[in-house]
């Protein structure tokens, strides 16, 4: 076994790896470049070791310098986690060069599976499904509706040399595709100057499901069940699950099987995850195979009981896995969720800053991070928080867990997705599993998020939230000594609390360890060891358990569960009747400025001072968490002043453009 390993790594799967191996005894040494000196995972191992400057192709990706710290510190084996080099068949070669082993597959594995074409190569060689399609010269539409019999229909007819939607048709029958067979050939030619065609099976309502595999140096391969990842905003996987509510044991057999096939027909050892896509009619095709530990493993080690960075520790070091498939059981039910600084109100634009507050729920969830509270979130990497996992006995239990998990995650500092998360947690689809597909949340949120709907229950727990908090910080108050006049001021038990624009009487008085609270002529229970500056209130009412973050915004409490956050105000009753006469204040027209959507770096501005703009026309381009984001002018205008030049370093709302009023 090795003495030492190297994490060629970052943040929270860092962090990961070393958690595995110093329970196995080995000592680790991290590397970190100028932004993360002061990271949680430098200060987590047992040596650090220095590599370059921010930028990830000065640092995380030069492969020289990790075997440079290799051999500074006497490491003998690389962890490469996930992203960075943990997919380059070159680093494992140059590794192997040096005498260092690679904890992951060999490099003629990852190279093969890196190959699109090669890679279906393989998966049809061993006997895998892959999407039933003809590439190839269709001679005319009856060789066209014989291809589409072969294949079985619904199909789809698409562009040789399409893309960006055009040149497209779905066929459900062989009359549709009759139909529009020349349709799809003119719009081709007219669009990309080639009428060419080629026709592939169309999935039916697509789920995304991946097969976790293990192997060992000794030809030894298993399957570890599926993760459902079918949750996913722009191909980006945002929830996974393991198992699947959708796959049957019969569908889990055959698709381990022919994932192990896969792996077997690449001489495969260590994880692997082999990518599947699932119509509703449970077939199945291969996608792609991601030859390293996935950001979702933990679901696999909650169900399973296996410790997969272990597994691929004593694989590498020349081990034979310690269990055949008939020892894998699948117990309960696991979800993640990936916590991401990110903004769901504003389009989820990135979000950089101080973590100024983290404090990770005490509900007994997995949380896998690389920051803690005080942290910096860089714009020069991953906006990961924190991975959320829950496991219980039943589907049900683990989303319920996860609910009451994510409304205690309490973040400040920066702008973050729990409430997007929780609000899926709610979605009647997600709980009801079967009909969740990788189009969930285009077609669940399409005018994107505004916050989960509010039902009846939790406004009442709002309100009586937002009351007896007032009626704690009230009763505090009058215990100050050196108040003017005799007797301190008695506020009542009456209780006006504005919700948006709702003026709501609500009655609060003290109940034994409790409150009683009347709102709007409903009796509602509060228990409560809240006390004033705690930033989350624990209670149960109604005889539920909540947790509600807890935020000041001046005369106003923040209060955020459930999926949303929530303004409320409480005013005693003649307070609440002399409001109703104040002007109310009216927000700026900010409409004649371009702002800057996110902390970020403007890479160009296209216009001058005096330049007309259309609707559509690109302004600026500003790069934040290594994607460009392109700003478009949102109506016809002549520009009055440019305020930002490239180069330049930019607060979120900072002024770029002003236009003529």
């Not at 019999?149 to 779905?170: E, F, N």
């Not at 296996?306 to 894998?328: C, F, H, T, W, Y």
Request: proline residues 5%; charged residues 25%.
């Amino acid at each position: 076994m090795f003495k030492k390993i190297l994490i060629a790594n970052r943040g929270e799967i860092a962090c990961r790896v070393i958690r595995s191996a110093r329970a196995m005894g080995i000592a680790t040494v991290a590397v970190y470049s100028d932004a993360d000196a002061a990271a949680l995972h430098v200060e987590m191992a047992d040596e650090a070791v220095h590599i370059g400057p921010p930028p990830a192709s000065e640092s995380y990706l030069v492969a020289d310098k990790i075997i440079a710290a290799c051999k500074a510190t006497g490491a003998e084996a690389v962890h490469p986690g996930y992203g960075f080099l943990s997919e380059r068949a070159s680093f494992v070669e140059a590794l192997s060069a040096a005498g260092i082993a690679f904890i992951g597959p060999p490099a003629g594995a990852i190279a093969a599976m890196g190959d699109k074409i090669e890679s279906k190569r393989r998966a049809v060689a061993a006997g895998v499904s892959v999407v039933p399609g003809f590439v190839g010269e269709i001679d005319d539409v009856d060789h066209a509706a014989r291809i589409a019999g072969d294949i079985g229909y619904p199909v789809m007819m698409k562009a040789s040399a399409g893309g960006g939607g055009k040149g497209m048709r779905l066929a459900w029958d062989e009359g549709q595709l009759r139909e529009g067979y020349e349709s799809v050939k003119r719009e081709a030619l007219s669009s990309f100057g080639d009428d060419r065609l080629f026709i592939e099976k169309f999935v039916e309502q697509p789920r995304h499901i991946e097969i976790q595999v293990i192997g060992d140096q000794q030809g030894n391969i298993i399957y570890l069940g599926e993760r459902d990842c079918s949750i996913q905003r722009r191909h980006q996987k945002v929830v996974e699950e393991a198992p699947s509510p959708f796959v049957t044991p019969e569908m889990r057999r055959a698709m381990g099987e022919q994932a192990v096939a896969l792996a077997r027909n690449v001489g495969y050892f260590s994880a692997g995850t082999v990518e599947f896509i699932a119509g509703a009619d449970r077939s199945f095709y291969f996608l792609e195979m991601n030859t390293r530990l996935q950001v979702e493993h933990p679901v696999t080690e909650c169900v399973t009981g296996l410790d997969l960075v272990e597994l691929m520790i004593r694989v590498a070091a020349g081990e034979a896995l310690p269990l055949e498939q008939k020892d894998v059981t699948l117990t309960g039910h696991a979800i993640e969720t990936r916590v991401y600084a990110e903004d769901p109100y504003r389009g989820f634009l990135p979000s950089i800053g101080r973590l100024s507050v983290c404090m990770p729920p005490e509900t007994g969830a997995r949380i896998d991070t690389g920051v803690r509270e005080g942290a910096e979130i860089s714009m020069f990497y991953d906006p990961m928080i924190a991975k959320l996992i829950t496991h219980a006995p039943t589907r049900a239990e683990a989303i319920a867990a996860h609910a009451e998990a994510l409304d205690r995650y309490v973040i400040r500092g920066i702008s973050h997705n729990i409430d997007f998360l929780s609000a899926i947690m709610a979605h009647p689809r997600f709980q009801a599993g079967e009909t969740v597909t990788t189009g969930f949340i285009a077609e669940e949120y399409p005018d994107g998020f505004s916050g989960a709907p509010l039902d009846g229950e939790t406004r009442d727990a709002l309100l009586a939230t937002a009351a007896v908090m007032q009626a704690i910080r009230t009763e505090r108050a009058q215990m100050i000594d050196g108040q003017l006049g005799e007797e301190p001021v008695d506020f009542g038990s009456d209780w006006v609390v504005q919700m948006g624009t709702e003026m709501v009487p609500v009655h609060v008085e003290a109940d034994g360890d409790g409150f009683a609270v009347t709102i709007e002529g409903r009796h509602v229970s509060l228990a409560t060891d809240w006390q004033l500056g705690d930033r989350l209130f624990e209670a149960e009412i109604g005889g539920v358990a909540r947790g509600i973050a807890v935020n000041r915004a001046g005369s106003f409490t923040v209060l955020t569960t459930r999926g949303a956050a929530h303004r409320l105000r409480v005013l005693t009753p003649r307070a609440a009747e002399l409001a109703g006469h104040m002007i109310p204040k009216v927000a700026p027209d900010l409409s004649k400025f371009l702002l800057c959507p996110m902390p970020g770096l403007v890479v160009s501005v296209a216009v001058s001072e005096g330049d007309k703009v259309e609707a559509g026309q690109v302004l600026a381009t500003v790069e934040a968490m290594k994607m460009e984001n392109v700003l478009r002018a949102e109506k016809p205008g002549v520009v009055s002043a440019v305020r930002a030049k490239a180069g330049d370093s930019l607060a979120v709302d900072a002024v770029i453009l002003e236009f003529e009023g």
